[in-house]
């Protein structure tokens, strides 16, 4: 099997704005950083990761101890690049093209704290030139990209315009659907999800937030309270 090549975009500066109605700015890039830690944790076994970093944190050292923890093995280098979600992994895909394609290449968001090493193994072996995770509500959680001709458009309703772009270069796109890797964190809803089935650090700095289980279920859906 070829080597995969992690990729991470990951914003801090205004991180996880539709989550302004339940945290504060500084809860918010806390939360970003416990998700990235998460996921870190879920790929780091699949090869070497680059953090794709949108701003240069104020504080210096903020990476450190998230990229040097005990058993994490694999080489973890941040790059760091202004440019927005688009044009920046679309850069880096390029820059792998000149390279020679070394490695195929998994673009994993930064804020899906329920994801395991085991739903990345099983995604890895999902056959397809690319493989995609979708998100829920039709976004793209994940994409495997085997061909290097393929490029991202992300936003919107990106699952179906990725598959069209498969379709479009002649492609393989195979699907990947995954409850753990299609629960993205976006919405406060969404925070639900993460104190039920979450297991890493995301759920520890909730509970630490003061955020609880309610215990109550109404329309479907577990209640959160602070
Ligand atoms: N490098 C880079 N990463 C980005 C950029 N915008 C978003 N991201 C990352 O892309 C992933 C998905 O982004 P969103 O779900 O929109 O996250 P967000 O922008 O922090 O959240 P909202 O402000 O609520 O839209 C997350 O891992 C973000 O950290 C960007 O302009 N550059
Ligand atoms: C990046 C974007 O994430 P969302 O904000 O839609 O979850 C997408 O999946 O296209």
Redesign the pocket.
């Known amino acids: 099997m070829r080597s995969i090549k992690v990729v991470?975009?990951?914003?801090l500066d205004?991180?996880?704005?539709?989550?302004s109605p339940v945290l504060s700015s500084a809860e918010r890039q806390d939360l970003?950083l416990a998700m990235l830690e998460d996921v870190i944790d879920a790929v780091s076994g699949l090869g070497d990761v680059t953090i794709?970093?949108?701003d240069p944190p104020s504080e210096p050292g903020t990476f450190d101890r998230l990229i040097s923890r005990p058993g994490i093995h694999s080489q973890i280098d941040i790059l760091d690049?202004p440019?927005?979600?688009d044009p920046?992994l679309n850069l880096l895909i390029e820059a792998e093209v000149k390279r020679g394609w070394p490695s195929d290449l998994l673009i994993a968001?930064?804020?899906l704290p329920l994801m395991t090493p085991s739903d990345l193994e099983e995604m890895v072996g999902t056959p397809g030139d690319v493989v995609i995770a979708p998100g829920r509500g039709g976004g793209t959680n994940l994409i495997l990209i085997r061909n290097p001709k393929f490029r991202v458009s992300?936003y919107g309703l990106s699952f179906l315009k990725h598959l069209q772009m498969a379709a479009d270069l002649g492609l393989s796109a195979g699907v990947f659907e995954s409850f753990r890797c299609g629960s993205?964190v976006?919405e406060p809803s969404d925070l639900v999800e993460v104190m039920i089935h979450g297991r890493g650090r995301t759920p520890e700095l909730l509970r630490s937030l003061g955020f609880s289980l309610s215990g109550v279920r109404e329309r479907s859906r577990a209640e959160i309270s602070r």
Not at 8 to 11: L, N
Not at 14 to 19: D, F, G, P
Request: proline share 4%.
């Open positions: 991470i975009p990951f914003k205004c991180a996880k704005s539709r989550l970003a794709l970093l949108k690049c440019l927005e979600l920046a968001m930064a804020d992300y993205d976006d």
